[in-house]
């Protein structure tokens, strides 16, 4: 027994010394983000994971809206579009209504907000029980069953439970699941995907967010721009968690991608492939000057031309330039 399990660990360890040298170490690669690096996928500038964690122990940001502001505004510039928006419509209450956190903000303008944004939802809603008169007798059954509960939760206005987008998504999902016809499953999917999410529409972000505590609305303005470690392999797809297999994105984009391949991240974002190579651009100008490593750019240009079905074909060429 002693004896294999001796073999054992022999063979393991000549199987570690055939894997690839690791480019760059977390700390190393964590060490980027000093350097206003823009998202691989969405190319917004990111925000250094150590300075969001620095922020959410601030009490400046439980206060009134004022002092929140105060300790934001450096990073106004990386905000996202909607928390950008958000964070506007924060300043100009705060000189209207100067006692008043965040939350106490939010909740004023939280029904006309819900009004817009259900307005948004019904359409989409109406578009996809239309489908009820194409789709076989028991997914219709079901589709039906679905869009009178989702009706119920969005027209009464104290609901047991808010909406949840992923979760309507999903259950969606699962109704036409066997659906022969792929084109009209896609079509619904498409149409549902619509459905707006709190990063991309104000009405949505105010009523996500009007009933959490003042800190946690600061927060989840700046929250989408903090930089990520994206598996370009997804875990789940036994991906490794080193540099092999890191980029560097949004969390944002990270979350938005879930475990689906990259040439449907692409799809979503048409500017990817370029917003890669704007990343590339800058780490190499980062590696002339010592702080990111060639075999880290090497390696991601070599997975990320495979991962992408060849889509995204980044041009490295200047890393050999001096
Ligand atoms: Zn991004």
């Not at 965040?102 to 907000?113: A, C, R, T």
């Not at 789709?135 to 119920?152: E, G, H, S, W, Y």
């Not at 994105?249 to 990259?262: D, K």
């Not at 070599?302 to 992408?308: C, I, P």
Request: with cysteine.
């Amino acid at each position: 027994m002693v004896r294999m399990e001796k073999k054992l660990k022999k063979t393991k360890k000549t199987f570690e010394n055939e894997l690839p040298q690791i480019p760059l170490t977390r700390k190393e690669l964590k060490n980027l983000f000093n350097y206003r690096i823009p998202c691989l996928c969405c190319g917004k500038e990111m925000l250094h994971p150590d300075i969001y964690m620095y922020l959410s122990g601030r009490k400046e940001l439980c206060q009134k809206a004022s002092e929140a502001i105060k300790l934001l505004e450096p990073f106004e510039n990386i905000m996202h579009p909607v928390e950008r928006q958000v964070f506007n419509m924060f300043k100009t209450m705060s000189t209207k209504y100067p006692d008043k956190n965040f939350q106490e903000l939010l909740l004023m303008k939280k029904d006309i907000h819900e009004l817009a944004l259900v307005k948004i939802q019904s359409s989409i809603f109406n578009k996809i029980s239309f489908y009820r008169r194409i789709l076989p007798k028991k997914m219709a059954r079901q589709l039906r069953k679905l869009m009178i509960k989702t009706n119920d939760i969005i027209f009464d206005p104290e609901p047991h439970k808010p909406f949840s987008r992923r979760i309507f998504v999903h259950k969606l999902k699962n109704i036409i699941r066997n659906l022969e016809n792929k084109s009209i499953k896609e079509e619904i999917i498409k149409i549902a995907r619509r459905l707006p999410r709190s990063s991309d529409e104000v009405c949505a972000f105010v009523v996500k967010n009007a009933r959490k505590r003042p800190e946690i609305i600061a927060l989840n303005l700046i929250h989408p721009s903090v930089g990520t470690f994206e598996h370009l392999t997804p875990k789940c797809m036994h991906g490794l968690s080193n540099s092999l297999n890191f980029a560097l994105e949004c969390t944002y984009c990270n979350n938005s991608r879930h475990h689906y391949p990259i040439p449907i991240q692409i799809e979503e974002n048409p500017y990817m492939p370029k917003n890669a190579q704007i990343q590339a651009d800058k780490l190499i100008s980062l590696c002339k000057k010592g702080i990111c490593n060639k075999e880290y750019i090497e390696n991601l240009r070599e997975v990320l031309y495979w991962l992408s079905d060849r889509y995204i074909d980044l041009d490295i060429s200047q890393l050999y330039f001096t």
